[in-house]
């Protein structure tokens, strides 16, 4: 198959969102934007040898490549539509595009999401993605408004990606009964579309955990004008970390670790009550971890409720104490 009929034969897929007047195979997709809303976009690129390995099962790097662009809408809260995808492949390998769009568009019919156009180039393996959402005019869940005495939050547990990947590279031993739930966080991470959705009006500020809570959170520190406290033993853990590290390299994995794709978010004290009702009837678990304090932008560490400091000393950079 040449690329055109490559692109006719896999990417053109009928979505039957009607807000999609044009979709693959014109000079522009043509959307329609509803009134009174705003668009939310963001883009991705996934590098092979620098954001995966090159040989990763396409499925998953297809599920990924979509998944991890989900997740910037879901930080900002918006209702994912449409989706663009640009290909780099160093050769067309049927297969591996077959297993890619399997990965890519369970998760784009699960949410709803038409892909509507895009590019295919040969080269070094690459994969761009850019996702457009909406929000009704005036909302989205911005890093600047965090203020002093809310609470900061986190959905799921933090880490397994991390531990998933330090797995892989043999540097450390996960117990059997766990090795599934790990390389399906490393390699399948689910997006917090509901959970972003149901805390549009209630945190204060959000982002979506791609480099760690500390690292991540200190950027809601610096765009707040404010300082954060962490205590970590609130920090959630899974099961498959427990059984895999001690509790510090845990809190480390946690704090440093890649890739988890959870929402870090924060809530006044005043909207407390509507947080657990709204979080629990999409079903996602959250945990607060810490609050938000007065001072210079930057993340505090509590363990016992004495400071604590991590051994990765890549992390110091983002800490201001
Ligand atoms: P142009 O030369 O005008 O950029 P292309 O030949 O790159 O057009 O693409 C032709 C059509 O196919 C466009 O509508 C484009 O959006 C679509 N397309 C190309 N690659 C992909 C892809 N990987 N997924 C979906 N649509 C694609
Ligand atoms: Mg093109």
């Known amino acids: 198959m040449n690329e055109f009929e490559i692109i006719k034969h896999y990417f053109t897929a009928d979505s039957g969102r009607k807000d999609v007047l044009m979709g693959p195979g014109d000079d522009c997709a043509l959307l329609q934007v509803p009134p009174q809303t705003w668009l939310a976009v963001s883009t991705d690129t996934l590098v092979a040898g620098v954001h995966f390995f090159a040989d990763m099962d396409p499925l998953a790097l297809g599920h990924k490549a979509l998944a991890v662009n989900l997740s910037d809408l879901a930080a900002m809260g918006a209702d994912p539509r449409w989706v663009s995808l640009a ?3 160093p050769a067309v390998d049927e ?3 077959k297993g890619f769009c399997a990965g890519f568009f369970e998760l784009a019919e699960y949410y709803n999401v038409a892909l509507v156009g895009g590019d295919m180039t040969k080269g070094p393996l690459s994969i761009t993605v850019t996702v457009h959402g909406t929000l009704p005019e005036g909302k989205g869940l911005r890093r600047h408004g965090a203020r002093v005495g809310d609470g900061i939050y986190v959905t799921g547990t933090l880490g397994d990606a991390a531990l998933g990947l330090q797995q892989q590279l043999g540097h450390i031993v996960v117990p059997d009964e766990h ?3 790990v390389r399906t966080k490393f390699e399948h991470p689910h997006p917090r579309i509901l959970a972003g959705q ?5 945190a204060s500020s959000a982002l979506d955990i791609s480099d760690g809570l500390a690292g991540d959170l200190a ?6 004008g404010v300082r954060a406290q962490l205590e970590l033993e609130q920090l959630p853990l899974s099961e498959a970390m427990k059984a895999s590290v001690p509790r510090e390299r845990g809190w480390e994995l946690a704090l440093t670790g890649g890739e988890d794709y959870e929402l870090c978010f924060t809530v006044p004290e005043t909207h407390r009550g509507q947080l657990e009702t709204a979080l629990a009837h999409c079903g996602v678990k959250f945990t607060r971890v810490g609050r938000i304090l007065a001072g210079e932008p930057g993340v505090e560490l509590l363990a016992e409720g004495k400071p604590y400091r991590l051994q990765a000393q890549s992390w110091d950079h983002f800490r201001s104490a």
Not at 219 to 224: E, G, K, L, V
């Open 179 to 181: 090795l599934d739930f």
């Open 95 to 97: 297969g591996w595009i």
């Open 198 to 202: 149901a805390l549009r009006d209630i």
């Open 219 to 224: 950027h809601i520190t610096a765009a707040s």
């Open 87 to 89: 290909l780099t492949l």
